[in-house]
């Protein structure tokens, strides 16, 4: 009994792991096999502890998974292979607004002034802040005054205010 639980947790475990570490499915087809293993072994001794074992391992192999894709964007390798940025706002070396998860949906209908040329994307100030805009139509130039029309994601769409 005591090698059925040892391999069922390093299955489960190294199930978990796959989904975090770049192994090429080498952890995932280690996983299978240990659990294999350990089910095989369990039948052996018991149909009741086989059938436990097994319903165990299709209840926390999923589990598990998801738990692995979930934590995923929060490491630096998921960050990096998701290409997604740390929610805190930063400032790149020339001062420009970087990326941030915050929602700027209250921006819509605000109007603002362009810092650097938009071609179709660049910088403006909108409230007193700075942000990374995208010109729905046209190349606008620097000191323009513009409108954000709308918001998609961490995308500010912005077009020339008519006066």
């Not at 978990?16 to 770049?22: A, D, L, R, S, V």
């Not at 964007?73 to 940025?85: A, Q, W």
Request: glycine share 12%; charged share 15%; aromatic share 6%.
């Amino acid at each position: 009994m005591t090698y059925v639980v040892i391999l069922l947790l390093a299955g489960l475990l190294l199930a978990f792991i796959e989904t975090n570490i770049p192994s090429g499915g080498i952890l995932g087809f280690v996983a299978a096999v240990l659990l294999t293993g350990a089910v095989i072994l369990a039948f052996m001794q018991s149909g009741t502890i086989g059938w436990i074992i097994l319903l165990i391992a299709l209840v926390c192999v999923p589990v598990l998974i998801l738990l692995g894709l979930k934590i995923l964007p929060r490491t630096p390798f998921g960050r990096k292979m998701l290409l997604m940025e740390p929610k805190e706002d930063f400032a790149n070396a020339s001062g420009e607004a970087g990326i941030t998860d915050e929602n700027l949906s209250h921006l819509e209908g605000k109007t603002g002034i362009t810092i650097t040329q938009l071609r179709p994307s660049g910088i403006a100030e909108i409230d007193g802040q700075r942000y990374s805009v995208v010109a729905e139509a046209e190349m606008i130039n620097q000191g323009y005054d513009i409108v954000v029309l709308k918001v998609e994601g961490n995308n500010i769409i912005v077009g020339k205010k008519i006066s």
